[in-house]
């Protein structure tokens, strides 16, 4: 149930992952048909991957998904392309928790990649330099600016007030310790933010602007 309610809160994350099935087959299928080898089972595997991290785990089990995917097409692309770039950075964009991780693990894939197929150091650097480019040329053209109030459902917004007003989550009102820690979870994923206390600080922040 609470997996059905969470699609129908984000429902970006239900086509996304509708479509990475539909991508999947559309892999296979031309696969069948047709002779040119571009590793096609291993692209539609990819994407299955992704749409179970997302229908088990949510935004989260995206962010996990294209950070595997992207580290297993270290080894099957060239160190030449952006393409295990984008990935790692979607990866990062959808949990921004797992950035330093994701960074450290696709770097250890880099390298042992770089091993296996004996290219020679200079590979590494340009890998690396296109990864610098992709990062600077993103931030340059699409410009992503964070909303400037935070979206919050009426729910989240008495919580945050009961919070504000100094209860603790187990002291809230109207809803379960569980469902206060649910609604949390949803608010800060939302709005892209880590913490709750961070939450509550801006929200108080707002309040106060507001008054």
């Known amino acids: 149930m609470n997996l059905f309610k969470k699609f ?7 086509i996304i992952l509708l479509l990475h099935l539909i991508l999947a087959a559309c892999h296979l299928t031309f696969n069948l048909f047709s002779d040119i080898q ?6 539609a595997a990819g994407c299955i991957l992704i749409a179970l991290f997302i229908f088990l785990f949510g935004r989260r ?5 294209f950070l595997i995917y992207a580290c297993s097409l270290i080894y099957l692309n ?3 392309n ?9 990866a990062y964009g959808a949990y921004p928790k797992i950035k330093w991780p994701a960074i450290v693990i696709y770097a250890l894939n880099v390298f042992v990649s770089f091993s296996l197929k004996k290219l020679i150091p200079i590979a590494v650097l340009i890998h690396f330099i296109y990864l610098g480019l992709f990062i600077l040329i993103t931030i340059s053209i699409y410009k ?3 909303s400037k109030t935070l979206k919050l459902k009426e729910d989240e917004i008495y919580i945050l007030n009961e919070l504000k007003a100094g209860k603790l989550q187990k002291e809230v009102e109207r809803y379960s310790q569980q469902s206060v820690t649910a609604k949390l979870k949803n608010a ?3 709005n892209m933010i880590e913490t709750t206390a961070e939450l509550l600080a801006i929200y108080s922040k707002e309040a106060e602007i507001d008054v």
């Open 61 to 65: 089990g995206m962010s996990y998904a």
């Open 8 to 14: 129908k809160e984000d429902k970006h994350l239900l």
């Open 144 to 146: 992503v600016k964070p």
């Open 188 to 190: 800060r994923e939302r």
């Open 38 to 43: 571009y590793h096609a089972e291993f692209r």
């Open 82 to 90: 952006y393409g295990t770039i984008f990935f790692l950075l979607i």
């Open 78 to 80: 060239t160190f030449y």
